[in-house]
C-alpha cells in the first residue's frame, strides 16, 4: 500500500477526494491553480523519498524543529496567528469527516484566541455573501464582520464559528438568527477563501 504522501502526489492536492463536507477546500484550490503545478512536484519529490518509516519519522521532525531560518514563519506573531487557524481547522477536518463525532471541549484560553483571530479575518471569510454577518458567542461577545441592510447573526462557540467561517458549513454546529429568506441565503452562499 502507498505511503500517504505518496497518493497524493499522484492526486495533486486540488483533486485528491475530498468527503463531501470539505468542498470549501476545492474552491481554495481554484484560487491558487497557478501554484498547483509546484505543490505538485513538490509533493511528488517528497513522496519519492519516503521509503520507510524511518523517513516519515525524519519529516515528521523536521516539522516540529519549525521553518527555516529565512521564513516569514519564522516571524513568531505570524506563525502563531497563521498555524492556530491552520491547525484548529484541519485537526477539526479530520475528526470530523466521520459520521459519529462530537465537538472538543476547549477551554477558555483556546477559545478566546480561536475568537480573536476570526474576527481579524471575518470580513474577507464573509466577503461573497450578500449579507450583513454578525457573528455571536454564547457567552455574549459579538463581531459584527460585515455590515449590509439586512443581517444574519451566526451563534456559536467561536471554533464552531471558525470552521462555518472557514466554509465547513455543513459541520459546524452554529445556529443562525435573522429573517428565514436571509438565513436561507447565507446558508446556501460560499463562505471562506
Not at 29 to 55: H, M, N, P, W, Y
Not at 160 to 175: D, I, P, Q, S
Request: proline fraction near 7%; include cysteine; aromatic fraction near 4%.
Amino acid at each position: 500500500m502507498p505511503h500517504p504522501l505518496q497518493r497524493l502526489a499522484h492526486q495533486g492536492p486540488c483533486r485528491a477526494p475530498l468527503p463531501s463536507r470539505t468542498q470549501g477546500r476545492r474552491r481554495a484550490c481554484l484560487i491558487i491553480k497557478r501554484l498547483s503545478k509546484a505543490s505538485d512536484k513538490a509533493t511528488a519529490k517528497l513522496a519519492a523519498k519516503l521509503k520507510t518509516a524511518d523517513d516519515y519519522t525524519g519529516l515528521v521532525n523536521t516539522f516540529r524543529s519549525g521553518p527555516p531560518a529565512l521564513s516569514p514563519m519564522n516571524i513568531k506573531a505570524l506563525d502563531e496567528s497563521s498555524n492556530l487557524i491552520e491547525y484548529f481547522v484541519h485537526t477539526e477536518d479530520i475528526r470530523r469527516a466521520v459520521d459519529r463525532w462530537a465537538p472538543r471541549a476547549l477551554d477558555e484560553a483556546y477559545s478566546d484566541a480561536l475568537w480573536d483571530e476570526l474576527i481579524k479575518r471575518a470580513a474577507i471569510l464573509y466577503r461573497g455573501v450578500d449579507l450583513g454577518i454578525v457573528l455571536v458567542r454564547p457567552s455574549g461577545p459579538r463581531h459584527v464582520a460585515k455590515r449590509a441592510p439586512v443581517s444574519v447573526a451566526i451563534v456559536g462557540e467561536p471554533g464552531e464559528l471558525l470552521m462555518h467561517a472557514h466554509g465547513r458549513t455543513r459541520h459546524a454546529l452554529v445556529t443562525f438568527e435573522g429573517q428565514p429568506d436571509a438565513v436561507a441565503l447565507l446558508q446556501s452562499a460560499e463562505v471562506g477563501l
